[in-house]
């Protein structure tokens, strides 16, 4: 374990507080080292092992070394290779889990966007407490069909999936229902940036930041807002959520990490409740919410013209 991760600001948190890309990093590289010892069991160097395999030398050496993630094929040829297909069952187990904590999106969106849209549904149907802290975005559970078409059509165009666009939005709407089922409960945390980027078209936001206001009268929905006047305890980094106390979840722009370490939730489930604190709720978010919506709205002589 190294003795933790440099920050951009120049801090190090310790290795019990390393944020879940380290622990990836971890992961791929106990994995290469495995695969390295297996080679070196067999007495074979680098380039021997890529020539039984028909593989370029540098595939081996970035295997071994965490730079790239094997594949199941891969997995089985270095296995039968070295002689160690007994490993195999081992190591397939260590690959799916590195792949269930870093989910590249170009591999969970090559059928499309409805089909992760499901997976979100399934795991939400198993979580009793959700906590999201998102920066950027309205998060999908609170979004209108509008809204949610524009963060739709940005994932076909970044990552050139196929567009099932109108499914994909037809099966998060639905997962909405859950908001109304009293045997859960959601706790939001957004800041104001989130209700002024430019994402959609102002219209568009208006509606979306109009059905904010409905669903923080829920009784089991708590919305809070961080105005640009607060300060802040913790810099608001990247958004995530917290399922109960069992999972993380981070979208970066690459894949979407899933956290499940004790230390990553305990570090996770503090960084909210500090956020949380800081956050304005009931009138007070409404205050905000609709000082947007008025910036939005055109100018009344304008309107007129």
Known sequence: MPPGISLPDGTTLPANRTTGVT???????????RLRELRQQANMNGRQLAESLSW???????????KQTPTDDDIRGWAAATGRADEVEALLASLHTLETQHSEWQRQLKTGLRSHQQEIAELDARTRLFRAFEPTFIPGLLQTPEYARS???????????NNDINDAVATRI????ILYRSDKRFHFVLTEAA?????????????QLDRLVTLAALPNVRLGIIGFETAYVVAPAHGFWLHDNDRVLVETFSAELNLAQPQEIELYGGIFDQLAAVASYGRAARSIITRVIDDL????????A
């Open 23 to 33: 622990s990836v990093h971890e992961a791929r590289d106990a994995l290469g080292k």
């Open 56 to 66: 370029p030398p540098s595939k081996v050496s970035k295997l071994e070394n965490g």
């Open 151 to 161: 963060r739709f059509a940005q994932s076909i165009t970044v990552f050139k999936v």
């Open 174 to 177: 639905k997962g909405q229902e």
């Open 195 to 207: 209700l002024r980027y430019r994402l959609c078209p102002p219209e568009v936001m208006i509606g």
């Open 297 to 304: 709205l055109p100018d009344e002589s304008e309107a007129g």
